[in-house]
């Protein structure tokens, strides 16, 4: 298994750009999440998916948009881009709906905008 | 509401000494409490999870972590720590009741550094 994947390891955009960051799980999880992660912030969670079809969102949604068309991928996109926005960005998932699941993180993202 | 707080941004410590990375958590309920280590350009990795039973709960890498419900806190341990240990740790947790969020929440990150 490959885990969870992300696409592309680095990103620069200008602002007012949009783009999409790709994020896939081949190990049929249910629960998929996105979280950017800035110095002494730790990790901040955008938003989150408990199925396909389901969405909703976290602590930091504003700005990001995303959609969960089947179990396997849930793109995270930036409707246009702001500084503010520079981060690393990391995808997870985990199998159910049980608290005491694990979470599987990907390589991350590191964004920076201009 | 439930939150985490890691109190130290930063812990040294020489090679072969024990080290203790601190963390102290809040639920309305009992936890679920985890720890995660993130090395240099990675995603996290899970170290160890406390669910229930013993308060002593021992994970990867010869690192452990003492769950203490009176002084609600989840320790992270290791009896002699190694160069490689150096990395950014994590606590998470997540409420056990049924109506708490299940949506873990990050602590802020603790970087340790473990010199030769």
């Known amino acids: 298994n490959a885990g969870v994947t992300q696409t592309p390891k680095f990103q620069v955009l200008k602002t007012g750009q949009s783009m999409t960051l790709q994020c896939a799980q081949d190990?049929?999880?249910?629960?998929m999440s996105w979280y950017r992660q800035d110095p002494g912030m730790g990790l901040r969670l955008i938003h989150y998916?408990?199925?396909?079809?389901?969405?909703d969102q976290g602590e930091v949604p504003n700005g990001y948009n995303v959609s969960r068309s089947t179990t396997e991928d849930f793109p995270l996109r930036l409707l246009s881009a702001a500084p503010s926005q520079t981060s690393v960005y990391f995808c997870?998932?985990?199998?159910?709906?049980?608290?005491?699941?694990?979470?599987?993180f990907g390589p991350g993202t590191r964004l920076t905008v201009l | 509401a439930q939150s985490v707080a890691q109190p130290e941004d930063q812990v040294n410590v020489a090679e072969g000494n024990p080290l203790t990375v601190k963390c102290t958590y809040s639920?309305?309920?009992?936890?679920?409490l985890f720890w995660y280590v993130q090395y240099p350009n990675r995603g996290l990795q899970f170290l160890l999870k406390?669910?229930?039973?013993?308060?002593l709960v021992k994970g990867s890498y010869g690192f452990e972590a003492e769950f203490n419900k009176s002084q609600t806190s989840f320790h992270l341990k290791k009896p002699s720590a190694l160069v490689s240990d150096s990395a950014l740790y994590f606590c998470?947790?997540?409420?056990?009741?049924?109506?708490?969020?299940?949506?873990?929440?990050f602590g802020r990150g603790t970087s340790l550094i473990v010199h030769p």
């Open positions: 997870a998932s985990s199998s159910s709906g049980r608290r005491t699941d694990t979470q599987y």
């Open positions: 190990m049929n999880h249910e629960y």
């Open positions: 998916s408990v199925g396909a079809g389901i969405t």
């Open positions: 639920v309305s309920g009992n936890p679920y």
């Open positions: 406390y669910i229930t039973g013993d308060n």
């Open positions: 998470a947790v997540r409420d056990r009741r049924s109506g708490g969020s299940y949506i873990p929440t």
